[in-house]
């Protein structure tokens, strides 16, 4: 496999999107709705500054969710693999592999969960409950509301917009 990336990326067949961003105190941070937990965005505090607690060193104790900045979501993680594998024991073989990055308003369309879990930034469309068949057109929002006619799992079925293969707004396309 190594060597049909590298045959890829040495023709132009395959272009590396970095996706990653810096992790600090002002990192973005998944904001869920109410009554959903939210997680902690990075904070610190010192534990030393060559000072009495480590005369020849500074050190700090870190504190962050799990949903600040580029992360991996074990299979776990989610309740549809909720006897899964976590992150330590998830094979690093299934860590690497063919995907694609699209995003609609560029000539692109962005790989997105689907279905999108409550909570999630999506693009402007139309959503369907997984669970009722409920339908929600919405504009971009941050955090993607439950489903006001069922008691969840929540999760939103991408049917038009930016989340999903059908652009809502394909005269946008440059």
């Excluded at 489903?147 to 999903?164: F, K």
Aim: net charge negative; charged share 20%.
């Amino acid at each position: 496999m190594l060597g049909d990336l590298v045959a890829a990326l040495a023709s132009g067949e395959v272009r590396v999107v970095d996706l990653t961003q810096p992790l600090s105190e002002r990192t973005p941070v998944l904001f869920l709705p109410e009554p959903f937990a939210n997680t902690p965005g990075l904070s610190r505090r010192p534990l030393s500054r060559y000072d009495d607690a480590g005369p020849a060193w500074a050190w700090d104790v870190l504190e962050v969710g799990e949903h600040v900045g580029t992360h991996f979501d074990a299979p776990i993680h989610w309740i549809t693999g909720r006897d899964g594998e976590d992150v330590a024991s998830v094979a690093p073989s299934r860590l690497v592999g063919w995907n694609s990055f699209e995003r609609p308003t560029c000539g692109y369309t962005a790989a997105m969960a689907n279905p999108a879990p409550v909570g999630s930034d999506v693009s402007a469309g139309s959503y369907r409950c997984v669970n009722c068949g409920y339908e929600l057109d919405t504009s971009s929002v941050k955090s993607l509301p439950p489903c006001p006619n069922c008691e969840g799992p929540y999760a939103w079925e991408a049917l038009s917009g930016g989340d999903s293969t059908r652009d809502p707004y394909p005269e946008n396309r440059s």
